[in-house]
């Protein structure tokens, strides 16, 4: 169980919980997403290039073919579009296993 210790009103600091093993569990994983035709709308995803982060926030809607998705980013950003061709590398928050109803498997 996660715990929120405030040394200060500014300053937040999330302790993390360790597993059976002894490892820390990491608390929002992140996992790539190759095809962009597995996203979901709601999908917590991170729009990264060459390892940075340049978008993050939820898809609002994917191109049936997966080759081109809209984010809400957060922080009031607005929207965004993302295109394969951009040579971005997308991730999404782990857990979220649903499985749109475009996609073939």
């Known amino acids: 169980m996660s715990t929120l210790i405030a ?3 500014r300053l937040h600091r999330l302790r993390q919980r360790t597993v059976a093993a002894g490892e820390p569990a990491r608390l929002n ?3 790539p997403v190759p095809n962009w035709c597995k996203l979901s709308r709601a999908d917590e995803v991170t ?3 060459n390892r940075r982060k340049v978008a993050a ?3 609002d809607m994917v191109a049936l ?3 081109v998705f809209w984010i809400l980013q957060e922080d009031g950003k607005g929207r965004a579009m993302v295109h394969q061709k951009d040579g971005l590398t997308v991730f999404r928050k782990a857990g979220n296993d649903r499985r749109p109803r475009h996609c073939r498997t």
């Open 7 to 9: 040394p200060t009103p």
């Open 29 to 31: 994983p992140l996992e």
């Open 47 to 49: 729009v990264c290039r």
């Open 57 to 59: 926030g939820r898809v």
């Open 65 to 67: 073919d997966g080759s």
